[in-house]
């Protein structure tokens, strides 16, 4: 059914990802260990140590990835990216390292033979370059790995999206997280006119029935604008991270280790106040209900003679609320009926004080079945 779809979700190792689950956190290493184990080892160290769920290395053969060295001849890409080559002991090495951490190390393949190294070291899961979402032979070959697929989005249009996404489901591959991208900047305007975060909730809109998830890949400098991310509620977030500033690639929008940790917690208490939707009363940690000083209970509002019909003037609602009080909502019923015996002005009223006590015509809602949120506590009045 689709709305089973619209519910679905995703396991990644041992965790699920999708509606109700927490946002899977990735550290994207992508190129940042400059070819060294050493830095890769403690980069895979810090995602995990830094609160990731994953983390995202790329993975390139040179002379699949390019065909020629760039127009400006400033870099030769070749010499570059078999610098940064990692081989598959090594790739072993990084991705038991990081199962011993709780992490999940996982590649970006970006030819056909890093897709078929992929299979080799039967990896968990993998993430498809933004510069593949059109490549229709590169996707069909990754959906034949038969793991979950995450998939950047720079540059390509929703019907390339959409067309990867068919590709990917043709192919056997179910278990997709589509990633808005927003634009590698800084933190200046630009960066925010073209965030477009609201491309995730068009994306769960197109591929929601189909069972593919949405998140974000936050690819700016800002110090805030992931946290707007979190609060949209994505199944992923991606953020590069760096040891240093030693390796020039990406290393100006990702985020150092030592802010790392401090940015995923903030993270996961945007996520602990996003709450579940429902109106909660506050306990404290033993578990005892808040006085409700917020709100307001009956009283007489001036001195009230036994045997008097009670009107609106006789009952008014005023604070504190108090536990044996009667809530507001009973004014309705108590309106015509007679007071049992002498009541003076601002007292609690209860029901216990009236006969022919009205029927309202209709029922209240329940108001002692709220939820309880424990473990938290109010400013006070």
């Known amino acids: 059914m689709w709305k089973d779809r619209l519910e679905r979700k995703i396991r990644i190792g041992d965790r699920l990802v999708g509606p109700g689950e927490r946002i899977f956190l990735t550290g994207e290493i992508g190129p940042a260990h400059g070819g060294s184990m050493k830095k890769a080892r403690e980069l895979v160290r810090c995602a995990a140590e830094g609160g990731c769920d994953g983390a995202d290395i790329f993975m390139a053969d040179p002379h699949k990835f390019f065909y020629k060295t760039l127009d400006s001849g400033r870099l030769d890409p070749f010499k570059a990216w078999e610098d940064l080559y990692l081989t598959d002991d090594q790739w072993r090495e990084l991705i038991d390292y990081g199962k011993s951490l709780g992490l999940i190390v996982y590649p970006t393949p970006l030819d056909p033979i890093s897709v078929e190294r992929c299979r080799k070291l039967k990896v968990e899961m993998v993430n498809?370059?933004?510069?593949?979402?059109?490549?229709?032979?590169?996707?069909?070959?990754?959906a034949s790995l038969g793991v979950p697929v995450t998939m950047h989005d720079i540059d390509q249009s929703l019907a390339e999206v959409e067309g990867a996404v068919q590709t990917l489901m043709e192919n056997g591959c179910k278990d997709i997280i589509v990633l808005h991208s927003t634009m590698e900047t800084d933190e200046g305007d630009f960066a925010y006119d073209t965030a477009n975060l609201n491309v995730m909730n068009t994306y769960k809109q197109a591929f929601g029935d189909l069972g593919v998830l949405a998140g974000v890949v936050e690819h700016t400098t800002s110090d805030y604008l992931i946290y707007a991310v979190a609060a949209m509620q994505p199944a992923l977030i991606s953020k590069h991270i760096k040891y240093d500033d030693e390796v020039e690639a990406d290393a100006g929008i990702a985020v150092k280790i030592d802010d790392l940790k401090l940015m995923n917690s903030r993270i996961r208490r945007i996520e602990r106040a996003l709450g579940n939707g429902h109106n909660q009363r506050v306990v404290d940690e033993d578990g005892t209900p808040r006085q409700r000083s917020r709100n307001k209970v009956l009283v007489?509002?001036?001195?009230?003679?036994?045997?008097?019909?009670?009107?609106?003037?006789?009952?008014?609602?005023?604070?504190?609320?108090?536990r044996n009080g009667l809530h507001p909502w009973f004014a309705k019923v108590l309106i015509g009926a007679k007071a049992l015996h002498d009541i003076k002005e601002d007292t609690l009223i209860h029901m216990s004080d009236f006969s022919d006590i009205q029927d309202p015509g209709y029922k209240f809602p329940e108001v002692n079945g709220y939820r309880l949120a424990s473990g938290h506590k109010s400013m006070g009045a």
């Open 128 to 142: 498809i370059n933004s510069d593949d979402v059109n490549n229709y032979l590169l996707l069909e070959q990754i």
């Open 300 to 322: 007489a509002n001036r001195d009230i003679k036994a045997g008097t019909i009670i009107t609106r003037d006789d009952i008014i609602a005023k604070r504190p609320g108090d």
